[in-house]
């Protein structure tokens, strides 16, 4: 038996600084990630382990660690150190992905050659991409509209998140908004592939966009996916993209603040929310949704034992919504036991990634009588 | 003899006492007890009310003696006999039993601690009845102050003294002062530059009216107590008269013959005759007899020819000096632990493995290199490991955390990173970074790269398994945050040595009747209440000799002692104990006994009486004449023969 | 119940009871028959006193100093164990068998080494029995 004997490899932590993870120099081992990552709710990973290892330069790039990871920052949100992982993560990622060590997973293969060549990681035509605005009369994004509405690529194609983008339609068009939709020459945002490695894929895709935005003059986009949010405000500038952007959620508690939306049908209904990471912790938006939610009549709120910046990751971000997760390893599922604990009928949510998850969920556990995954605004849209 | 009407106070100590001991037993114990007017009971004794319980029944009760059973009386002893005084009671009319750290804290079974505790009582109350009122006196407190050791203790200490306007006198034994930290390049976590730091203190040390420095010299003995102290020091031959040298270094510059430099730990060299470092103080050079080609030899002489001072004196011999100081301050520092006994750091064996204090020299722009961080070789080491707790922590060696390797194991790497490209890899076991900025220092130094690697390094060696290994060092260990052995191929090691008690600790506790720990450095009179006093009034201790400690902990520590010293210095007189040793002229019988028994010299004979007479000042009270008198014409005041036996009957019930 | 001896225990005030002290401050356990009186020196400690404490009914008696060289009054410590040789002699002769008086040493941080002694004496007397005080007639016999 050959005994393994661990040799510190300097160029190997130096690309993977070089690639961006200058925060493993921060860590100083005490844990905690490892103590509040989800992942340990479900199964053993250490995270830890996975950052000293890279301080080391001895990451095992084949091995399935490196892609756990789902970028929830529940992590960052209590590091003593500030590691802000998802960064670290991308790095360790961006060495397989870019510089060619270890396996990419090939269900995240897949979605990356499709977000490549079509522009959204279902792999579905682009010129489909505003299909499901056909029947809603609504105009595409013309020089001089005040608003673009930029739909996720599952909202634009995925059937049952698709409801979100048709409910946000209906609930401009009540107010009369001046907005519109962009053509099918855009793609998708990138942000997910972007936390899995892929960056020059990434920015391919954030100077199409960019292009298309500026020759348009798009001054403000109105978002419902918090991952567009994220990437569209804080990763686009970089890029010269630089837009006044808003979430749905941001927008409708604008809109109820300013009496511009009234309900007229009641909602009895008990209702819990769930906190997307990228829109929670990534952005420290919280009580928006639950104002939304609580001026809603007829509806109960009700909080989850985990919620706002200790909410539990729906498993979805930084492209592991592409990959498959066993069963019995799935985050949403653990949520949907927290929506069941509450008795809640309705787990609200304002997230394409989140809403395609518990969807699953709903089925997988067998709560598909009892819990109802909607949309923010397919919630204010009925009430409307 | 009055008829003693005695009061007893057993105390609960919350639960530390009441816990164990049954105490309502032991007062009604108590209260059966001959003499014993009242007795009483109350959750804390030394507290306000406590104090005014006995206060009151001394009034009332018309109570002539007092015995409180609580903690040790070394802790509350000086509080009774304070609020007994206050009642109008002579302080000595006071007995104490202790009941908490003899009894209920060592003590598991109640009824056996409840039985102890009523002996102790009992002894307490038999003892009480023969106790005398008793007066103290004082002694003038003579306000030069002797301090041992120059180093950043001694320095501070001196200038801390002398700035107030008293005579100071400073011995080292090395030429001159400035100790280890003058040795040092950097000081964490600020990084200012130790010798830019530390030169003003000394100069102004070397200069200042009230300070009498003297280097090169050593103290041989001590005598006499608080306030009154006499000190012998012999202040050995340096060949150079100080009073002539003018310290132009010309001798050093002309003489033929070197030697390696202690103050660069052997990896420079020096003259034979030299100062230790440029900036000595004071600026004399001393002649190395044992490297100096005239005393070897009898001729060469070159040192005397170029002096224009005719300071040369190759006939000066060691001088012995008389001082007298009320107050004594040691500050002797601390040793480098020499790591070749660790056979497996390879130190002496691999050339390139280093001590922390070596490295050091390697690092300051005055040291061997001139700053430049290089292997024996000459070259830029590419990777560097440092190598923490050698000697520290480990039963093997000793036992205790030296507390500031894990702060220069950061230093360096900072330093090895500013100067040289190389990696540098922390093998530490924690890293234990408590001082203000400390954690923040490790922080930076975690964000300039450095790699921790958590585990005791199990061996350095030579042996490659690899083509990458060969030609490097390699260090062996478990890295313990990731469960696998590890091997770092480095090309320089620095091993973080401990800080140890001086080779003559020993012998300096003796000389000033001071006490060791366990771990040989000088002990504390309290641990935290009373840092920097010893168990033995008027001496004082500073800096790495009572534990190792950093440069702030270290100046904080002399500015206390000197402080203590001021605060007798100050009073201008020192209260004497009064238990002290009579003897009834009536019963000596003049054989002398004692005074040769007297490790104080404090009994005379009195020659046209031919009795033996104890003077008060001197006597320090310990009893041994008295236990050898065969005419049992001693008395030990408080500790008589009638309080003993009293006593012994006491604990006997 | 079996039978638990009284032992007379002198301590000097700088060393040995200071170690005592810390026995209590770390609650160390250790058998409470040795009950201690503190003298400010172990070189105050009278012959006389410990056949005292025979005579008064102690079944041993342990006597505890600063370390040789450790003395706070340089040699106190040196004098008290000179005259253990002779005392044991004396109480050889009066049948006071020689483990009933131990003369030790103990520092101030020494909380462990006192406990240790103080159990070893205790179960050393222990074994040996009460003393069956005969000092009467041992003295005039």
């Known amino acids: ?384 | 003899m009055e008829t003693p009407k005695i009061g007893v106070y057993v105390c609960h100590c919350g639960s530390n006492i009441a816990g164990t001991v049954d105490v309502q037993q032991v007062v009604e114990f108590a209260k059966k007890l001959d003499s014993v007017v009242v007795a009483r009971e109350y959750k804390f004794m030394c507290s306000d009310p406590g104090q005014n319980m006995i206060k009151e029944d001394i009034k009332n009760l018309k109570l002539n003696r007092v015995v409180v059973a609580s903690c040790s009386p070394l802790l509350h002893e000086p509080t009774f006999r304070h609020a007994v005084q206050e009642a109008g009671l002579n302080p000595y009319l006071f007995e104490m039993a202790n009941i908490r750290e003899q009894c209920s804290w060592t003590t598991e079974d109640h009824e056996k601690a409840t039985e102890k505790a009523k002996a102790l009582v009992s002894a307490a109350v038999k003892r009480v009845r023969y106790h005398q009122p008793l007066e103290t006196k004082d002694v003038p407190v003579n306000p030069a102050t002797l301090i041992v050791g120059g180093g950043i203790a001694g320095i501070q200490a001196a200038l801390e003294i002398a700035d107030a306007g008293h005579k100071v006198y400073l011995v080292e034994k090395d030429p001159s002062i400035g100790g280890h930290m003058i040795q040092f390049d950097k000081t964490f976590p600020t990084l200012d530059c130790s010798a830019c730091i530390l030169t003003p203190k000394m100069t102004s040390a070397g200069s200042h009216p009230n300070i009498e420095l003297m280097t090169y010299s050593e103290v041989e003995d001590v005598s006499g107590f608080i306030g009154n102290f006499k000190v012998r020091v012999r202040k050995k031959a340096r060949f150079v008269d100080e009073e002539k040298c003018n310290g132009c270094g010309v001798c050093m510059e002309k003489c033929p013959w070197k030697a390696p430099s202690e103050f660069d730990l052997g990896l420079g060299e020096r003259k034979a005759i030299y100062t230790p470092f440029p900036q000595a103080v004071p600026n004399i050079p001393v002649i190395d007899k044992e490297h100096c080609v005239y005393f070897l030899r009898g001729r060469c002489r070159a040192c005397e020819k170029f002096c224009e001072r005719g300071a040369i004196d190759f006939e000066q011999q060691d001088k012995i000096v008389e001082l007298e100081v009320g107050n004594i301050i040691i500050a002797t520092g601390y040793d480098p632990f020499d790591p070749t006994p660790i056979v497996k750091y390879g130190y002496n064996r691999y050339p390139n493995v280093y001590t922390a204090l070596e490295f050091e020299r390697l690092c300051n722009a005055a040291g061997p290199t001139g700053g430049k961080i290089v292997l024996r070789d000459g070259s830029e080491p590419k990777s560097v490991a440092i190598i923490h707790c050698v000697g520290s922590r480990d039963e093997n060696y000793h036992r205790y955390c030296s507390r500031v390797c894990c702060m220069y194991a950061l230093k360096y790497s900072h330093l090895i990173k500013e100067k040289t490209e190389a990696d540098v890899y922390q093998m530490y076991i924690d890293m234990r970074c408590f001082g203000k900025g400390y954690e923040e220092f490790y922080e930076r130094l975690s964000k300039e790269g450095v790699k921790f690697i958590r585990g005791k390094v199990a061996e350095v060696t030579d042996r490659a398994l690899t083509d990458e290994e060969k030609g490097k060092l390699i260090v062996c260990g478990e890295d313990t945050l990731l469960g696998t052995v590890i091997r770092v191929p480095v090309d320089m090691v620095i091993l973080c040595i401990a800080l140890e008690p001086r080779s003559d600790a020993k012998q300096v506790a003796q000389l000033f009747r001071i006490s060791q720990g366990a771990d040989g450095f000088f002990i504390e009179r309290h641990p935290k209440l009373d840092p920097v006093a010893t168990m033995t009034d008027g001496i004082f201790i500073a800096g790495c000799c009572q534990g190792p400690k950093d440069i702030p902990d270290t100046v904080a520590q002399a500015s206390a002692a000197a402080t203590r010293v001021l605060s007798l210095i100050s009073k201008g007189k020192v209260e004497l104990e009064a238990t002290v040793a009579v003897i009834d002229e009536e019963k000596c019988s003049g054989c002398r006994v004692c005074n040769i028994l007297c490790p104080y010299n404090a009994i005379t004979f009195i020659e046209d009486k031919e009795v033996s007479r104890v003077n008060e000042a001197l006597c320090k009270g310990c009893g041994t004449c008295v236990a050898a008198c065969p005419s049992a014409a001693i008395t030990h005041k408080h500790f008589t023969t009638e309080e003993i036996m009293a006593e012994i009957e006491g604990v006997l019930v | 119940m079996s039978f638990e001896p009284k032992i007379v225990g002198f301590c000097c005030n700088w060393c040995s009871y200071r170690g005592a002290d810390l026995a209590g401050t770390a609650r160390m356990k250790c058998s409470p028959n040795v009950r201690i009186i503190r003298v400010m020196c172990s070189g105050r400690v009278e012959p006389t006193f410990i056949l005292k404490a025979f005579e008064l009914g102690a079944d041993g008696v342990l006597v505890l100093g600063c370390h040789p060289g450790d003395c706070h009054y340089v040699e106190g410590n040196y004098k008290a164990a000179r005259r253990m040789p002779l005392l044991k002699k004396m109480l050889a002769q009066m049948g006071i068998e020689e483990d009933r008086v131990r003369l030790d040493w103990v520092s101030a941080s020494e909380g462990d080494r006192f406990v240790a002694i103080v159990d070893e004496m205790t179960e050393k007397v222990r074994a040996l029995g009460p003393f069956k005080n005969n000092f009467k007639e041992a003295k005039y016999g």
């Not at chain 1, 050659?113 to 105009?139: F, H, Q, T, Y």
């Not at chain 1, 020089?143 to 690529?153: D, R, S």
């Not at chain 1, 009496?259 to 929670?280: A, I, Q, R």
């Not at chain 1, 036991?337 to 009928?345: D, I, K, R, S």
């Open chain 1, 1 to 384: 038996m050959e005994i393994e004997l661990l040799t510190p490899s300097k160029e190997t932590t130096d690309i993977i600084l070089e690639e961006g993870g200058d925060d493993l120099k921060s860590c100083f081992q005490c844990g905690l990630c490892t103590g509040v990552c989800p992942w340990n709710r479900v199964t053993t990973f250490s995270l830890r382990k996975l950052i000293h290892k890279a301080q080391l330069g001895v990451v095992d790039f084949e091995d399935d660690e490196v892609w756990r990871c789902v970028a929830c920052n529940a992590c960052v949100e209590r590091c003593p150190r500030d590691v802000q992982m998802p960064l670290l993560m991308r790095a360790i990622r961006r060495v397989i992905m870019e510089v060619g060590a270890g396996i990419v997973p090939h269900s995240l293969r897949i979605s990356e050659k499709n977000i490549s060549a079509v522009g959204n990681p279902l792999g579905e035509p682009a010129e489909k991409r505003m299909d499901w605005a056909k029947d809603l009369g609504v105009k595409t994004f013309t020089k001089g509209t005040e608003m673009l509405y930029f739909p996720c690529c599952y909202q634009a194609y995925d059937p049952p998140t698709r409801k979100a983008a048709i409910a946000t339609v209906n609930i401009l068009k009540k107010i009369k908004a001046d907005f519109g939709i962009p053509d099918n020459s855009v793609v998708c945002c990138g942000e997910s592939i972007r936390k899995a490695g892929a960056e020059s894929l990434y920015r391919k895709l954030a100077e199409t966009n960019i292009k298309i935005f500026n020759d348009l003059g798009v001054k403000k986009i109105l978002v419902t996916s918090p991952h567009c949010y994220h990437t569209f405000k804080d990763e686009y500038p970089e890029f010269g993209g630089n837009y006044e952007v808003i979430h749905l959620s941001q927008y409708l508690d604008q809109l109820i603040r300013g009496g511009k939306l009234k309900f007229t049908k009641p909602l009895v209904k008990k209702v819990t929310y769930h906190d997307s990471c990228c829109l929670g912790r990534y952005q420290r938006i919280y009580d928006e949704h639950r104002q939304v939610l609580t001026s809603i009549p007829g509806i109960e709120f009700e909080e989850m034992r985990d919620n706002r910046e200790y909410s539990l990751c729906c498993g979805g971000c930084a492209g592991r919504l592409w990959m498959e997760t066993k069963k019995g390893e799935r985050f949403s599922e653990l949520r949907l036991e927290q929506v069941a604990e509450v008795g809640a009928e309705i787990l609200a949510v304002s997230c394409p990634y989140c809403m395609a998850n518990f969807n699953d969920a709903v089925l997988t556990t067998g709560k598909s009588e009892t819990i109802e995954i909607k949309d923010l605004s397919e919630l204010v849209s009925e009430a409307l």
